[in-house]
């Protein structure tokens, strides 16, 4: 069964024009026709990420994104990039909490040889899975952590937020890295059975965007993915169920730092829910951009903060709202601690202007107009929408959200949530304990 959807002109922001068809297997296949270039992108989405690992079994799925280009059963180990990179074409791979993507962009001409490469590995990478390729990958991706996590300033302020932030079991409470002890002991077996469980057509959209002949796509689509079989029943992505941070929670950590950082948490929620777009516009009014609240504060008028950012990131299951802030030299953690409190009583007490949201709001769209300005932001988009919002064309509902949110919105959640307990990390040069703000300082 197909559907289709049309664009509507008459919008300021563009549906995605976009035809949907499912295989007998259970891949999921959306196309997109955009003519103005001569490129294509092949984005493939698979719905697993470090959410649906296990405590004591993390990393799996951000190696498997690594695994996947190791070759398959007719491609050479290194011959994937190789032969992509020959017809002019780049790849690579990304993992989150919630979905593991690959995608290549390359010459129009190029799309049968990336189908082809896809489905290969799609339904015959266990033949030549063996364990030199996985100490091979868990190498690489131990690295990888230790050039983005462990000897990295500041690095590890995730992964002490998160643990302490959410639950112990919930699937968002661990890094989608995993740890170095979880990667050390993935066994082949493990490692074959993530694979089997998750990397199945049934479990996978294929987005197919830019210059390419609807027809010609179908019948290669059909031709090197059709005989793959379905997987098992997969399992159920992990449900959350509601919890409250009880209580302020005040952490140190020390780091190789020169300065040290302060990190306010706040649990918010999930992508899409009804108070996401209004924390979005929070976080952008706080400490969006230079003129911001937080930044023209701290770091214009004051000059006592480095830098200042605020980010609500909102995920499939679940949420936080995070503000932090690096002092000058000559000036304490505490202090801008008692700085950002002020300026959200500000807002809790007072609102905010009407201009204050309209830049939000202005800022806001012309950053969702850039990404779908590429083909490959456009194929992004229509994953996302498929995946999170259970329909591809979501593009005007998800602008709208934000074209909504009114001032009363901005001070309402700003009391619902950011005056609600909340984890206070901070980063301290090694020997300066004394520098974390607790409880009790003033």
Do not use: C
């Not at 520098?435 to 300082?441: A, E, F, N, Q």
Request: charge should be neutral; hydrophobic fraction near 40%.
């Amino acid at each position: 069964m197909m559907t289709a959807a049309h664009a509507s002109g008459a919008q300021t922001v563009p549906r995605i024009q976009f035809e949907k068809t499912t295989l007998a297997n259970g891949l999921e296949v959306i196309l997109h026709e955009d003519h103005s270039t001569p490129i294509v992108v092949v984005n493939t989405w698979y719905k697993v990420g470090s959410g649906d690992e296990k405590p004591g079994r993390t990393g799996f799925a951000h190696l498997f994104e690594h695994i996947m280009f190791m070759g398959s059963q007719n491609v050479p180990v290194g011959a994937f990039d190789k032969w992509l990179e020959a017809a002019g074409a780049n790849n690579n791979g990304s993992t989150t909490e919630d979905r593991t993507n690959y995608y290549e962009s390359m010459p129009s001409n190029a799309l049968p040889l990336a189908l082809w490469l896809d489905a290969d590995r799609m339904g015959q990478l266990l033949p030549v899975m063996d364990q030199k390729k996985l100490d091979l990958q868990r190498d690489v991706v131990k690295n990888e952590r230790r050039q983005r996590v462990d000897n990295v300033p500041y690095g590890k302020w995730n992964e002490t937020i998160i643990s302490a932030l959410f639950p112990a079991n919930h699937p968002y409470s661990w890094p989608v890295i995993g740890s170095m002890t979880d990667l050390g002991a993935a066994s082949l077996e493990d490692v074959k059975g993530f694979f089997r469980t998750y990397y199945a057509p049934n479990n996978a959209t294929m987005i197919i965007s830019g210059d390419f002949n609807r027809d010609s796509a179908l019948v290669w689509v059909n031709r090197y993915f059709g005989a793959i079989p379905r997987g098992p029943q997969l399992p159920p992505r992990p449900v959350v169920a509601p919890f409250t941070v009880p209580r302020d929670m005040f952490l140190v950590l020390e780091d190789r730092v020169t300065l040290p950082r302060l990190y306010h948490t706040w649990h918010s929620g999930k992508i899409y829910a009804p108070d996401d777009a209004p924390l979005d516009l929070l976080a952008d009014i706080l400490a969006g951009d230079k003129n911001s609240r937080l930044y023209k504060r701290l770091v214009f008028e004051m000059q006592v903060a480095q830098d200042v950012t605020a980010f609500n990131n909102s995920t499939k299951l679940d949420g936080y709202f995070n503000v932090w802030v690096t002092p000058k030299p000559g000036h304490t953690p505490a202090e801008m601690a008692g700085l950002v409190t002020e300026e959200i009583n500000k807002i809790v007490k007072d609102g905010i202007a009407p201009r204050e949201l309209a830049r939000a709001q202005n800022t806001r769209r012309s950053s969702f107009l850039d990404r779908m300005a590429s083909v490959f932001g456009k194929s992004d988009r229509l994953a996302e929408y498929n995946y999170f919002a259970g329909n591809p064309d979501y593009s005007q509902q998800d602008a709208a959200r934000y074209d909504r949110v009114t001032t009363a919105d901005i001070q309402r959640v700003a009391a619902q949530y950011l005056t609600k307990p909340k984890v206070v990390l901070t980063i301290v040069p090694q020997g300066k304990k004394e520098l974390m703000v607790s409880g009790g300082t003033k």
